[in-house]
């Protein structure tokens, strides 16, 4: 692979430790994969934020790095708690000191405390950027509703490529494995609801495969969570919507495998994940809500109150919930919890209850591994809380 | 017998294989704490963990450098099919890794040798076709007579070793000589798969025939044949590793 005289000074060790691991890291996955040189990125997006996850030896390995800094706009994935309100997700000292200490690191790569899935709401891409962002949901989102470019990074490429402001140049990053493989209509327009329950279902059936869908309502939140299922289930990079999505023209020959879907077909499919109960608590925020989707929700809650003995939390991220302070006071009013920072998959929050009601499924994909779940459309669930 | 794969981080080791003949998610399905895969159990530390691709979390590569911080690492990995994660994960654990190479070579217990983007170990590999044969939605089994010299008795597709043709062409003799079809039509060539019994390794050149009918004269080499559905399969006593190969070519 070719090196530019930069990219020679950081392997070399001269720049810096740091550096020289990042670079080689990525000299590393361009050889792999073929790539003649790197590609200049402008954000990256790193996971394996959480000290659950991580542990001791994620902190042990984030210290390598720690005689450089971060060159572009770089974020983190949510952590195990909200970090103005770490006690309410645990009693554990221990692990929030841990978990502060990790925040700390990246702090002092030159990371702030971003730390949301939906990183696209921080800084949006255009068409054809260059990304290295390792969310799974940001990655599909980036590819398919913006038309940027990434790989599916890992926690530490994405953290090498955020160092070195490169990435190789390979995969996701060229025209030609853009394509869809798959053609996929249905007999109803995907919407906010039925969208999360499809993605679940298709990337069930076509695991890594990019699919091309003949219609989906054209809402941005619809799109997100039709992108985060799929990749739950199917770690596809990418799909396409006709009509919709920035790059369908083209992206698919009518030579390739077509398949029909019935509404009443993952209806069925959702009751195979879903439980017949009702439980005590809705978790909401998966990816992380849009202003938009935060707005709706207020429009909806206003002048309700959370029924005794049931409890509602939302997730989002610090900027959105910042800038909507005073929508938030509306749905905070009615006794839902809006938190950041976190999220009901990473956190230890659901291990209270013995079943959840959510209406993503990339969360119901990830929770109904633990525990029973019903996953339904966010305002019925809100329907049968509320009062 | 040595095969060549593609090194990831090079290294020259000998050690004790552990084998998980499927998709590895290191975040969850490994405990870097104890060295071992969850699902079974089974030590990894200080052996040769051979698995048949990395999936999952992208914080995977956190756990493969935690199998090294807490005092557990594989002495060496081979994987069929890496991914982003898995290949950070080796380099920032420099443990000994390489990819390109089929889980199904080894089996537990195996002594391998790794050496940059060469593995050995001490089997006997024979290299074979095997052909399924369809005609609508069913299959053609056929039972394996007493007169052949392996797995007499259990049912197979139309198999035979390779000696001097090529695969496509031998998988053509031997539908001829074994159901007296001509002209079969080919519909996939789905490459080749390999097959472990004890000692002998089997690599299986794949491939899928359609039938214009379902008249077949069978010789010497079986007893009987049927037409079966797909999912009858798992209903017969079969060569091993049939199951892999319908599910190579109808999949």
């Not at chain 1, 230890?348 to 633990?370: A, H, T």
Request: aromatic share 10%; proline share 3%.
């Amino acid at each position: 692979m070719y090196l530019d005289k930069e990219e020679e000074r950081m392997i070399s060790g001269e720049m810096g430790e740091g550096l020289k691991i990042a670079m080689e890291i990525i000299l590393k996955l361009g050889e792999f994969y073929g790539a003649e040189r790197t590609i200049k990125i402008t954000s990256s997006q790193i996971s394996g934020v959480s000290y659950r996850n991580i542990g001791d030896a994620g902190i042990d390995l984030l210290r390598k790095f720690r005689d450089s800094k971060v060159s572009v706009k770089t974020y983190l994935n949510p952590i195990a708690f909200d970090l103005n309100y770490p006690h309410d997700f645990t009693e554990d000292e221990n692990f929030i000191s841990k978990q502060m200490e990790i925040v700390r690191i990246f702090n002092d790569l030159g990371v702030y405390e971003s730390l949301t899935c939906t990183p696209y709401y921080y800084y949006t891409p255009s068409i054809g950027e260059h990304l290295a962002w390792a969310e799974s949901s940001a990655i599909v989102y980036a590819n398919s509703v913006l038309g940027a470019r990434t790989n599916r990074e890992s926690g530490i490429s994405a953290l090498a490529s955020s160092l070195t402001g490169r990435t190789a140049y390979y995969g996701m990053h060229m025209d030609e494995n853009r394509k869809a493989s798959i053609f996929i209509d249905t007999d109803f327009t995907p919407d906010y609801y039925t969208a999360t329950v499809l993605g679940l279902y298709i990337g069930n059936m076509f695991n890594g495969r990019i699919s091309y869908f003949r219609k989906a309502e054209n809402d941005l939140d619809t799109l997100k969570q039709l992108g985060a299922a799929m990749n739950a289930t199917g770690s596809t990079p990418m799909f396409h919507v006709e009509n919709i999505t920035p790059e369908y023209r083209n992206s698919i020959d009518s030579e390739k495998e077509k398949i029909f879907i019935e509404r009443s077909e993952i209806e069925e499919f959702r009751k195979k994940i879903s439980s017949d109960i009702d439980p005590d608590v809705l978790m909401a925020g998966c990816p992380h809500l849009s202003s938009n989707e935060i707005k709706k929700i207020a429009g909806y809650v206003k002048n309700k109150r959370v029924k005794n003995g049931k409890s509602i939390f939302l997730f989002t991220s610090r900027k959105i919930k910042n800038e909507n302070s005073e929508i938030v006071k509306i749905i905070e009013n009615t006794g839902i919890r809006i938190y950041t920072d976190t999220c009901m998959v990473v956190s230890p929050l659901k291990e209270r209850f013995s079943s959840i009601y959510l209406s993503s499924g990339k969360s119901s994909y990830y929770i109904g591994k633990e525990k029973r779940i019903v996953l339904a459309d966010l305002f019925g669930i809100l329907e049968v809380m509320m009062s | 017998m040595r095969f060549k794969g593609k090194s990831i981080f090079k290294g020259r080791v000998e050690g004790e294989c552990v084998v998980y003949n499927s998709g590895l998610s290191f975040l969850g399905g490994v405990d870097p704490t104890k060295g071992i895969i969850n699902e079974n159990g089974k030590n990894i530390s200080d052996r040769v963990l051979s698995f048949e691709r990395s999936i999952g979390s992208t914080v995977g590569s956190y756990i493969i450098y935690g199998l090294k911080y807490y005092g557990n690492p594989p002495m060496a990995m081979i994987v069929n099919v890496p991914d982003e994660t898995f290949i950070t994960g080796a380099l920032v654990a420099e443990i000994p890794s390489l990819a390109y190479i089929s889980s199904y070579i080894f089996q537990d217990g195996d002594i391998v040798h790794i050496d940059g983007d060469y593995v050995e170990i001490d089997v006997d590999l024979k290299e074979v076709v095997t052909s399924i044969l369809v005609h609508g939605d069913e299959m053609l089994l056929l039972r394996r007579s007493s007169r052949v010299s392996t797995y007499q008795g259990k049912w197979a597709g139309v198999s035979g070793y390779i000696e001097g043709l090529d695969p496509q062409s031998t998988a053509i003799k031997e539908i001829k000589e074994e159901t007296g079809i001509e002209n079969p039509v080919l519909i996939r060539n789905g490459g080749k798969i390999y097959v472990r019994d004890g000692k002998r390794l089997w690599a299986v050149h794949t491939f899928l025939f359609h039938l214009k009918n379902k008249n077949v004269n069978i010789d010497w080499e079986h007893t009987e044949y049927k037409w079966i559905k797909l999912k009858e399969l798992k209903n017969f006593e079969t060569v091993p590793g049939l199951d892999r190969v319908v599910q190579n070519l109808l999949l």
